[in-house]
């Protein structure tokens, strides 16, 4: 049995989310083991939270070249102190999740014994156990980490995301309702997250559906179901936000950069539906039992989808279109049809989506997480 097991993810919010059934499936099935995750800056406060972690590595790539291009040796020590605290736990297992070489080399190095993890690309070849794929294809994310486990002997039983919230704020989202008076009895909340944060970087606007469209299903809710909209999005979403609030004819809220990620989290499980882009938004609602309409273009739902699937979590999308899904092997190629499996997406589909969640989410059984005390 292992006593000090280390997860490697070095991703963005929802290849981490998918990461938890991973976790709660280890913990339950080595009880007394320690267990650590390695993680990127991003994604830290989504697994301080996590109940089954005894430890927890940060490791920025930015941040060292950045400390790297200002000073050698402050970027040299920045990283020699990583690789001293995660030689200290003396870990005997390590499953790393990076696709790459890089991270189980380093393992090798620092003396962990069994190193499991995906042979992507030939790029396994520093692990002792591997399974050998061609990229996430056909299956959801969650059901090739479920893959890894086979090496271990461990059963993946219940596949839900898991996301605690703190008790800090769970209760700045009740102040912040009661103060905006936005908790009104009979009052339905619906959430619209428009963009999709800076993981996307460069093929945003390849990923995004139209702030026309957005604003014509938030307008369409309020007028058909009384609900009221609230708007989120990073700090870098905020433009995209104001450009949404401002092609709605309907009063809304706009938060766009205006919360941290456990404020916005904590507003989430508090909405009755989310509507949004693939992507962290989406599993982060997921993870909080909050039923989602989302968009996808060029992405398969089947793959980076809300998991477990569930008739709360519609996903929209063109599925007549031959060239969908283009996204393959972790790339976007260029697109010869200007978007059309999101710019020939209109709203009445994903308002007609909405209609059947809002009639329907009364009765939902989504479990949702409660928060750390």
Not at 58 to 64: A, C, P
Not at 238 to 255: E, F, N, Q
Not at 346 to 372: D, F, H, K, Y
Request: charged share 20%.
């Amino acid at each position: 049995m292992p006593q000090r097991m280390l997860i490697v993810n070095p991703f963005g919010i929802g290849d981490v989310l998918f990461t938890t059934p991973l976790i709660r499936a280890l913990r339950l099935a080595f009880p007394t083991s320690r267990l650590g995750y390695l993680c990127n800056q991003r994604t830290e406060r989504i697994l301080r939270a996590n109940p089954h972690l005894n430890d927890l590595y940060v490791y920025e790539k930015d941040e060292v070249v950045h400390l790297w291009r200002r000073s050698t040796w402050e970027g040299l020590r920045h990283v020699a102190g990583l690789v001293r605290h995660i030689r200290q736990a003396r870990f005997d297992l390590a499953i790393d999740l990076s696709l790459g070489e890089r991270y189980s080399f380093f393992l090798a190095l620092l003396g962990v014994p069994r190193r499991v993890g995906f042979n992507y690309r030939r790029r396994g070849r520093f692990l002792t156990e591997s399974l050998s794929i061609g990229g996430y294809h056909d299956q959801h994310v969650v059901d090739y980490y479920r893959g890894l486990l086979q090496f271990l002997g461990v059963h993946l039983g219940d596949a839900s995301l898991e996301l605690a919230t703190s008790p800090e704020d769970e209760r700045w989202a009740q102040e912040w309702l009661r103060a905006h008076r936005v908790d009104e009895e009979g009052v339905s909340l619906v959430g619209i997250v428009p963009a999709g944060g800076v993981s996307w970087g460069i093929d945003a606007p390849f990923r995004r559906w139209g702030f026309e469209e957005f604003a014509a299903v938030g307008d369409a809710l309020v007028a058909r179901h009384g609900v009221r909209i609230i708007l989120f999005g990073e700090a870098a979403d905020a433009p995209v936000c104001r450009a949404v609030a401002r092609l709605m004819r309907s009063p809304t809220i706009d938060l766009g950069g205006q919360t941290t990620l456990g404020q916005f989290v904590s507003l989430l499980a508090r909405l009755k539906l989310v509507i949004c882009n693939d992507g962290g938004p989406l599993h982060l609602a997921v993870s909080q039992g909050v039923p989602t309409v989302s968009v996808f273009g060029p992405v398969d739902p089947r793959v980076y989808g809300p998991y477990p699937p569930s008739p709360h979590h519609v996903a929209v999308y063109r599925e007549e279109l031959p060239c969908r899904p283009c996204y393959r092997q972790f790339k976007l190629p260029p697109c010869p049809y200007e978007r059309a499996c999101l710019t020939t997406l209109g709203p009445e589909e994903v308002i007609e989506a909405c209609r059947v969640l809002l009639g329907s989410s009364q009765s939902s059984n989504v479990p949702r997480r409660t928060s750390n005390s």
